[in-house]
């Protein structure tokens, strides 16, 4: 498991999310913030951890850091980063979506892409 460190300082515990997904996500956010864009990051926990849905600001100008498990970049899914990318740029903001296999198509929403 990684973890999305956010906010000021090293203070802030962050979220854990696996290495593959973490990845994924530091594609989109960095573009994102390259564009000088500012967006909504919502990040929910398995449920047997007892939290609850994270949302969080992301800016150009906050402490975001990526740390990971493992010291191999996992393989990227094309795809699922421009599915995380639709979700950034959606009313919702970004929000992990599951990866699907190749040649399956996700069912539209009302809240966008």
């Given at each position: 498991?990684?973890r999305?460190?956010?906010?000021p300082?090293?203070?802030?515990?962050?979220?854990?999310?696996?290495?593959?997904?973490?990845?994924?996500?530091?594609?989109?956010?960095?573009?994102?913030?390259?564009?000088?864009?500012?967006?909504?990051?919502?990040?929910t926990?398995?449920?047997?951890?007892?939290?609850g849905?994270?949302?969080?600001?992301?800016?150009?100008?906050?402490?975001l850091?990526?740390?990971?498990?493992?010291?191999?970049?996992?393989a990227?899914?094309?795809?699922?980063?421009?599915e995380?990318m639709a979700?950034?740029?959606?009313?919702?903001?970004?929000?992990?979506?599951?990866?699907?296999?190749?040649?399956?198509?996700r069912?539209?929403?009302?809240?966008?892409?």
């Amino acid at each position: 498991m990684g973890r999305l460190v956010y906010g000021p300082g090293t203070t802030n515990a962050g979220m854990e999310i696996d290495d593959r997904t973490l990845a994924h996500v530091q594609i989109v956010m960095l573009a994102k913030l390259r564009r000088g864009e500012s967006f909504s990051f919502t990040y929910t926990p398995v449920p047997s951890s007892g939290e609850g849905r994270t949302v969080v600001w992301v800016h150009p100008s906050q402490f975001l850091s990526f740390k990971y498990n493992g010291s191999r970049m996992p393989a990227i899914n094309r795809e699922w980063v421009e599915e995380l990318m639709a979700t950034a740029n959606s009313v919702a903001g970004l929000h992990i979506v599951p990866e699907l296999p190749a040649n399956v198509q996700r069912e539209p929403s009302i809240l966008g892409p």
